[in-house]
């Protein structure tokens, strides 16, 4: 490989960094929404098996999450409206605008976040108060366990 070449391989590595180093959520292009089991009972996860959780701070179709608080929380960000996976109810999925102009995935009109270091099919922080909220795992109805 030339310089060139080399310098592009790098570039690209860089930019991949900073945007895995700073929370920020790539757009999932082909979202969906499942219904998995979990000690918390059947619960709402991305397509990827990851646990989706709401903020009660946030208000219906409105996100109040930003800066350190989305570092720690990376709102489920989507190019359009998720698919409904198995157990999902497609009439309860939705998405919000948030400040910067990106669409968050929503459930029952609840923005959707991930926590940053959850494992895959697993819930670490379940009723945890942060950033003047309550982050809990939704329900497939909609509702938020408050376990």
């Known amino acids: ?25 790539a757009p999932a292009t082909s979202a969906s929404l499942t219904v998995r089991s979990s000690s918390f009972g059947r619960i709402l996860f991305d397509g990827r098996g990851f646990a989706l959780y709401a903020f009660t701070k946030d208000g219906t179709g409105r996100s109040t999450c930003a800066g350190a608080c989305a570092k720690a929380w990376p709102p489920f960000i989507v190019t ?18 948030r400040s910067d102009g990106r669409l968050q995935a929503t459930y029952r009109g609840r923005p959707l ?33 408050r376990t």
């Open 1 to 25: 490989m030339d310089c060139n070449g080399m310098r592009r391989v790098l570039v690209l590595l860089v930019v991949a960094a900073a945007l895995v180093g700073s929370g920020t959520a």
């Open 80 to 97: 359009k409206r998720p698919a409904a996976g198995p157990g999902a109810r497609s009439g309860l999925i939705g998405t919000v605008r």
């Open 113 to 145: 976040y991930r926590y940053v270091h959850d494992p895959r099919l697993q819930v670490l922080c379940q009723n945890v108060s942060e950033f003047g909220g309550l982050w809990l795992v939704v329900r497939p109805d909609g509702t938020l366990v």
